[in-house]
Each structure stands twice: as structure tokens, then as C-alpha cells.
């Protein structure tokens, strides 16, 4: 069946960085983008950005811009996701997320969500 | 960037009951929108893309409407597995932007 798999949880020192994995499987990964979307505690839900998964072209929130980057391993069918400099406030479940038939289909396929806990 | 606005940001409702939610944009998004339900905990669920289309496996009960820059989402008949947060999101341009949650709960 279709399914985003995500690496397990990381617990970060501040300023340290994060790299999440996200495995597709029961599709051609190269057929539909990847977006990560991001969930503090208690708060809703906050686009990160996209990777086009057919050709690596990203686009990054302005909030995560310099700190965030996006990849894919189309060898794998892996998307990843590594943010830098990380502070308390990026304690988060982090989900990736694939894009139906494009930006009007929504995010159709989503991963099981990683909890990222950044603490000194 | 375009700002989603919901209403309410929480309801208590029965089982059996017929619930609508609110989604506003602050600028017309065409019918770039989309409905998400979440659990505690759990992966949100598309329900509702193109702001009408029901989602491959999604219950009939789940109706969307609107366009322009107000939608609605509507469940006819709210079952026990319904209680939950549900968003709204736009996908007119980036930043795609999320409403900021309705959750609704058991009355």
C-alpha cells in the first residue's frame, strides 16, 4: 500500500542539528512532491516546505530559510528533511507529506510523524 | 502570505448531530482548499480537496463547500470516530497556509 515511513525520534542539544527520513513506498516517488509540515506542542500545523521529488527543486518557508534543507535519494525513494541551529522552540512532531496530483489535490499521503525534542 | 481563519475553534457536539465549520481566507483562493481531520497524537487525514472533492475512502457524511475565500465543512450525522481537530488549508500559493484548528469534542 502507499505509506511514508519516518526515522525515529531524535532528542537534539540547542544549536545542534536534525535530520529526518521519510520512505515512500507503494508509488513512483518521483510522481508527486514531498512537503514537510511541522506541529509544536499543543499548536496547529505549520508548512516547512516542499521538494519537487522529479527534479530536487525546493521551496522553503521564509521562517526556515539558511536553517532548513530538503533532499531526496531517488535510489531509496527517501526524502529528507535537516534543520540547523535548533532551539527549544523547534520541539516539534514533524510530518512529511505527499502531494496528491499537485498543489490542488492537498497532501494526500502523510508519514507516521517524528518527534524531534530539542533540550539542553 | 494568506491568512486562514476558522470558526469555531472548538464545538461540543452529540453523536447524530449535523456540525458545520468555517474557513476564511484573507484573499480569494479560488477553490484551493483543502479539509484535514487530526487525532491526538496522529498523521492528519485528507478529507476534503478542491474544497468540494471527497478523498478516495473518505465518508459521504464529510461535505465541502465554498469558494472565493469562504468554505465550509460540513459532517452530516457525526459518528463517535469524528471527534477530532479538524483544519483548513489553502493551496492557492505558497506559503500553503493552515486555519488554526476547530476541535470538536463530545457534548
Known amino acids: 500500500q502507499v505509506q511514508l515511513v519516518q526515522s525515529g525520534a531524535e532528542v537534539k542539544k540547542p544549536g545542534a542539528s536534525v535530520k529526518v527520513s521519510c520512505k515512500a513506498s507503494?508509488?513512483?516517488?518521483?510522481?508527486?512532491?514531498i512537503s514537510w509540515v511541522r506541529q509544536a506542542p499543543g499548536q496547529g500545523l505549520e508548512w516547512m516546505g516542499w521538494?519537487?521529488?522529479?527534479?530536487?527543486?525546493?521551496n522553503y518557508a521564509q521562517k526556515f530559510q539558511g536553517r532548513v534543507t530538503m533532499t531526496t535519494d531517488t535510489s531509496t525513494s527517501t526524502a529528507y528533511m535537516e534543520l540547523r541551529s535548533l532551539t527549544s522552540d523547534d520541539t516539534a512532531l514533524y510530518f512529511c507529506?505527499?502531494?496528491?496530483?499537485?498543489?490542488?489535490?492537498?497532501?494526500?499521503?502523510w508519514g507516521q510523524g517524528t518527534t524531534v525534542i530539542v533540550s539542553s | 502570505d494568506i491568512q486562514m481563519t476558522q470558526s469555531p475553534s472548538s464545538l461540543s457536539a452529540s453523536v447524530g448531530d449535523r456540525l458545520t465549520i468555517t474557513c476564511r481566507a484573507s484573499?480569494?483562493?479560488?477553490?484551493?482548499l483543502n479539509w484535514y481531520q487530526q487525532k491526538p497524537g496522529k498523521a492528519p487525514k485528507l478529507l476534503i480537496f478542491?474544497?468540494?472533492s471527497l478523498q478516495s475512502g473518505v465518508p459521504s457524511r464529510f461535505i465541502g463547500s465554498g469558494s472565493g475565500s469562504d468554505f465550509t465543512l460540513t459532517i452530516s450525522g457525526l459518528q463517535p470516530e469524528d471527534f477530532a481537530t479538524y483544519y483548513c488549508?489553502?493551496?492557492?500559493?505558497?506559503?500553503?497556509?493552515f486555519g488554526q484548528g476547530t476541535k470538536v469534542d463530545i457534548k
Open positions: 507529506a505527499r502531494l496528491g496530483g499537485g498543489w490542488y489535490h492537498g497532501m494526500d499521503v
Open positions: 507503494g508509488y513512483t516517488f518521483t510522481n508527486h512532491g
Open positions: 521538494i519537487s521529488t522529479h527534479n530536487g527543486n525546493t
Open positions: 484573499q480569494s483562493i479560488s477553490n484551493f
Open positions: 478542491g474544497a468540494s
Open positions: 488549508q489553502q493551496t492557492y500559493n505558497t506559503p500553503p497556509t
